[in-house]
């Protein structure tokens, strides 16, 4: 797996309060990836990280922010959540040319 | 575990078939290409990769095969076990960046 862990794995929320993602890799990745994953859209990127204070947006990174302060996490920031962002939320590293997945966050806004 | 099921195009096959699952890309600057298996309630894993100037690469079991003239990428699984069955995605990356483009997906079902 890569070392990495995200939290929290399940999450039900209400629409308009804020929610931070939290993705935590130990192996010194320089790459890490926000995805969010729905039926019939597979895989579709939020914001990624190319270096610490080093992100940028994916194609669906509207209502999204990021904040990657320490090589080891990068959050993921809904400001005021939306029932549109229920979800599940998958953070990625990049090894050599390969990525590896996190476990997933089932995110709900109701 | 996580639904990423739902709306997906569907293969069924019996255990012991071969299995091909196709993926159709758009980029024809694309020079690498991932395909993944994603089991219920896991994340994405990869399986096996190749890059534009092949056309045809073999691992334990699996085999990708590129046809660059109409984009088309498939994956062959031999011998298709019960443990196969998830979700495969295609993904393609171009000009070297670090950002795979995702296909939708295919679910595959192995009936034991």
């Known amino acids: 797996d890569a070392g990495i862990t995200q939290s929290p794995r399940h999450k039900v929320t209400e629409t308009g309060t804020p929610v931070t993602l939290r993705c935590h890799q130990t192996?010194?990745?320089?790459?890490m990836y926000w995805y969010r994953q729905d039926p019939g859209h597979g895989l579709r990127l939020i914001h990624y990280?190319?270096?610490?204070?080093?992100?940028d947006k994916g194609e669906v990174s509207d209502g999204y922010s990021v904040s990657r302060s320490k090589t080891e996490d990068f959050l993921l920031t809904l400001e005021s959540a939306t029932s549109s962002q229920t979800s599940v939320y998958f953070c990625?590293?990049?090894?050599?040319?390969?990525?590896?997945f996190g476990p997933g966050t089932r995110l709900t806004v109701l | 575990g996580e639904s990423v099921g739902l709306h997906l195009p569907t293969l069924s096959v019996q255990e012991g078939d071969n299995s091909i699952i196709n993926c159709a890309y758009s980029?024809?600057?694309?020079?690498?290409f991932i395909w993944y298996k994603q089991e219920s309630g896991k994340g994405p894993q990869f399986i096996i990769d190749?890059?534009?100037?092949?056309d045809k690469r073999q691992g334990q079991r699996v085999t990708v095969l590129l046809n660059k003239t109409v984009k088309h990428l498939s994956l062959q699984i031999a011998a298709t076990q019960p443990g196969d069955s998830a979700v495969y995605f295609c993904?393609?990356?171009?000009?070297?960046?670090?950002?795979?483009?995702f296909g939708r997906g295919t679910s595959l079902i192995v009936h034991p």
């Open positions: 980029n024809s600057a694309s020079d690498y």
């Open positions: 990625a590293i990049l090894e050599g040319s390969e990525q590896f």
């Open positions: 990280s190319y270096g610490v204070k080093d992100t």
């Open positions: 993904a393609e990356i171009s000009g070297g960046s670090y950002i795979p483009t």
């Open positions: 190749i890059r534009s100037n092949m």
């Open positions: 192996e010194n990745h320089r790459y």
